[in-house]
């Protein structure tokens, strides 16, 4: 199942990098966002990802999709295949744009929303055609990171999340389906919970936010990065595995090893603190200077994953390694085709 022709409303950082995963994909987008600078933000973050999409893919990128900056959302969402909603986080504006969305929408057109927490149930209730809404909650930079969580709501039809799935994989990403409807979805409650922890251990001055970002980047990180958490634990737990790993350090969860039930009041004093810190950290470089570090280094990770296993690549590895294979095959299929016509002329 393909995508022929997508809409994105909003084009925010997520929106934005949406808008790059699909025309670098070969797929046409339609753009609504009334900001009047969302064409020039569009533009920078494509920008970004043409410059890392070249590295990753080079000759084998498809001829890139066109961007239309639609006037209203029945203009953009008109002939889309798949329509993502990147609109803030608020569940009154969700209703509204899902409404119009809704209403002007093909009939087999796949709405997705990149909700970071809010349940599709409850965007739902302002949709006529509730069944072919589904989450599909991406990670920054979307362009590259492959993981998209989709999640149905009450009202969502399971032929459609299926359908979701097969749309989303077919443009190089991981869907991971939810299996039961929850706010913040999997990811984001674990992300959620590294985050509470780290406002204590910096307003505790306990470490500062670089020494923080070095542990999690020299130490565990890497481990995430190819096995994720629990085949992580299971190689903790030695020749006798996961048991033994559970054995020996669940009496842990009983200590006082997290402050996760007590969040620290969040108040200008705390935000001072962690903004001070931060730009002590990192205020050496733009924000687009990091993106392209971040950049490089995503793309670095994964070249190195796909080459493990004996080649046939680990983890994300395995699912890049898979994704240039397609890209490649189908830039030969259209070389030998344009050598062809090329020959009866």
Known sequence: MTITRAACIGGGVIGAGWVARLVLNGIDVAVFDPDPQAERKVGAVLAGARRAYERMAGQDLPNEGGIRYAASIADAVDGATLIQESVPERLELKHAVLAEIDAHAEADAIVGSSTSGIKPSDMQTAMRRPERLVVAHPFNPVYLLPLVEIVGGEKTAPEHVE???????????????????????????????????????????????????????????????????????????????????????????????????????????????????????????????????????????????????????????????????????????????????????
């Open 163 to 345: 359908r979701a799935r097969a749309l989303y994989a077919s443009i190089g990403m991981k869907p991971v389906v939810v299996r039961k409807e929850i706010e913040a979805f999997v990811a984001d409650r674990l992300l959620e919970a590294i985050w509470r922890e780290s406002l204590w251990l910096i307003k505790d001055g306990i470490c500062t936010t670089e020494e923080l970002d070095d542990i999690v980047r020299y130490g565990f990180g890497l481990r995430y990065a190819q096995m994720g958490v629990f085949e992580t634990y299971r190689i903790a737990g030695g020749e006798a595995g996961m048991r033994h790993f559970m054995a020996q350090f669940g009496p842990c969860l009983s200590w006082p090893w997290t402050r996760l039930m007590d969040v620290p009041e969040f108040n200008d004093e705390l935000v001072d603190l962690i903004a001070d810190q931060s730009d002590a950290q990192s205020g050496q470089w733009s924000i687009r200077d990091l993106e392209r570090i971040r950049d490089d280094n995503l793309v670095a990770v994964m070249e190195a994953l796909s080459r493990q296993n004996r080649g046939k690549g680990w983890g994300a590895g395995a699912l890049h390694k898979d994704y240039l294979e397609r890209l490649a095959g189908a830039a030969g299929s259209d070389k030998a085709a344009r050598d062809g016509n090329g020959s009866e002329t």
